[in-house]
């Protein structure tokens, strides 16, 4: 099969699309023929080596497709079923492949309804699994005020619209290009950049409860500012560097409890039209090269994917 694979960490150039033997699935894993995988900036870190592991690696944390082997273990799923999951083979693990494959095994995975094309299903576990698990880790009640930091990407469009959908008042920060459709989802929105904390009061006059951050690192004490001056009531998913020495709470390093039980319900709202994450584009694997230049770049809106069967 094809999988880009890196055979060493490093830059854009040590991706290369490889023919590798099929994953065989464990016990308690199934293999699917990939259709889609969702692209994200993990992929990247993977292939720098940021995540660890050792070469060889494969990239591509999320995957949809159609069920081609089952482990022993498993129960509930059939030959043929559409379904969409984690990617249990990367970063640089044992087989050394990812979900940008042909072939990927799945370890948390649902049923994908046919409502839901599996492009966008692709799109879709990463971002529902970080939106709530910072915002359960957050736990701001109904009624508060949330700020939602470098929300124009996959992560902060869902987070966005399920904050809204728990009664907390967003405000959302994101690049021009973004802000309208966050404001369609029910957020407050405003630019990031110099300024950041007097545009951000003016629109809460009545002060920030919790401050959500997944942009680029530098803005955890304008952010801390804006709560009040108390780092427990930020979260950061993206600064991790920065984090302890402001001391703000950080989610995703070693230790963290994912929470890949999102996953059916996130695909169910998805299907019926009530969470919205625009793919802004597709691409072959072969056309690896400008997804990562297109990603890397940072102003992704919504979600990057590569398509890599026909059926989808
Ligand atoms: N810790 C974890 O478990 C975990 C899990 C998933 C993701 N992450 C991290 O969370 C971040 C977001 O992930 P994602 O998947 O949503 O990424 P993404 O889809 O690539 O979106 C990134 C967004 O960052 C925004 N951005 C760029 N420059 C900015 C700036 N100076 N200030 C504020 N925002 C800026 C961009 O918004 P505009 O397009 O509007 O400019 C872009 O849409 C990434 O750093 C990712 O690595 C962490």
Not at 82 to 92: K, L, R, W
Request: hydrophobic share 40%; with cysteine; proline share 7%.
């Amino acid at each position: 099969m094809k999988a880009l694979r890196f055979q060493e960490f490093g830059g854009p150039e040590v991706l290369r699309l490889e023919e590798v033997p099929e994953p065989q699935p464990g016990p308690e894993e199934i293999r699917v023929a990939v259709e889609a995988c969702g692209i994200n900036p993990a992929d990247w870190a993977i292939r720098e080596g940021v995540l660890g592991g050792e070469p060889p690696g494969g990239i591509g944390i999320e995957a949809a497709g159609v069920v081609d082997a089952i482990g022993s273990a498993v129960e509930g799923v059939q030959l043929g079923d559409a379904v969409v999951g984690h990617v249990s083979t990367g970063p640089a693990g044992p087989t050394g492949y990812g979900g940008a494959s042909e072939y990927a095994l799945l370890s948390n995975f649902t049923p994908v309804p046919p409502q839901l094309d599996l492009v966008r299903a692709a799109a879709l576990p990463l971002a529902v699994e970080t939106a709530v698990r910072g915002l359960d880790l957050l736990d701001a009640a109904a009624g508060e005020t949330m700020l939602i930091h470098g929300a124009g990407g996959a992560v902060g469009t869902i987070a966005v619209q399920i904050a809204v959908e728990r009664g907390i008042v967003v405000i959302a920060t994101a690049g021009p290009h973004n802000l309208d459709r966050l404001r369609g989802y029910g957020a407050a929105v405003t630019t990031y950049g110099d300024g950041l904390v007097e545009r951000v009061s003016t629109l809460a006059p009545d002060g920030i409860d919790r401050a959500y951050d997944m942009s680029p690192p530098s803005s955890l004490a304008d952010l801390i500012e804006l709560v009040g001056g108390d780092p427990g009531r930020v979260l950061t998913i993206s600064d991790h560097d920065n984090a302890d020495s402001h001391g703000v709470p950080a989610t995703g390093r070693a230790g963290t409890v994912f929470r890949w039980d999102t996953l059916p319900v996130g695909i169910r709202l998805a299907a019926e039209g009530k969470l919205d994450l625009p793919v802004q584009v597709t691409f072959a694997l072969e056309e690896f090269a400008e997804a990562q230049r297109l990603s890397e770049d940072g102003h992704v809106t919504g979600k990057l994917v590569f398509r890599v069967g026909t059926g989808s």
